[in-house]
């Protein structure tokens, strides 16, 4: 029993000699799979930064050979302006193209004056429009007074060259004609005590409208010319002139401004 006992122990001392042997046989293996991959890790990372560097070198080499492209481009137009200014033709055509510009900006300022009077109230300051308010203002009481007291030939100076009106179905007539065909109308019935009284006066562009209550005397027998209203519709010319005349007349309702029109205060108070 005592010599079994003795070889059972050496046996089992043999094999932990042997398991020790064997772990340590893994660990180092272990290690050295772990550096493997440490060094592959290490070398795939070195030819990402490797393939990065390499297309951002081909996108650089682009670039420089679009400028060099546009150097070459330079270098040609600078040999042809050279000879340009060599034979004076450069000098030349920068007074045309300064003249040129010239022309340009006076034609658009020109435009620009010429567009303003159809432009809506939207398109102006506040003080813009209060100036228009008040010269429209001006305009229409001088039209008011001299209508009432029959000075056609005033009156007519509101007018353009050429006038559209019901009377001629909105053909164009010239002014004279129009103003014949009033006076002889004034001829045949001369109002006594003739009134217009301005109610409303609002504008949009070139468009002016009056809101009048009109009242006079006739002279032929006496009979007083009922109270109605009426409605003056305006067109005027680039130059603020009245191009186009309308009138509606309303015995019993006083008609109203058309929508999207500035109504103008009838006083500076």
Known sequence: MTLAALAA???AGKFLKDDAALSQKAEAADQTLKSVEKAMAERRALVEEYSQREARIEQINREIDGINEQGRELRSEINVLSNYARAGVLDNQLKNLTERKTVLGERLAEL????RPFLPPSAFSEEELQQRDASLRGVVNLYLRVRE??????????????VMHKESKFRDVSVGELFRYLEEEWVKNPPSGLHY????????GNRIELILRRSAHSTSDGRT??????KERWWLDEKGKIRRWDEEISASEKPAVSSGFRSVKLSDN
Do not use: W
Not at 149 to 162: D, E
């Open 112 to 115: 620009d004056r010429l567009q």
């Open 9 to 11: 122990f050496g046996v």
């Open 225 to 230: 010319v009922p109270v109605a209203y009426c």
């Open 197 to 204: 009284e301005l109610l409303e006066l609002a504008y949009s």
């Open 149 to 162: 007291k029959g000075f056609l030939l005033i009156q007519k100076g509101l007018f353009a060259p050429s």
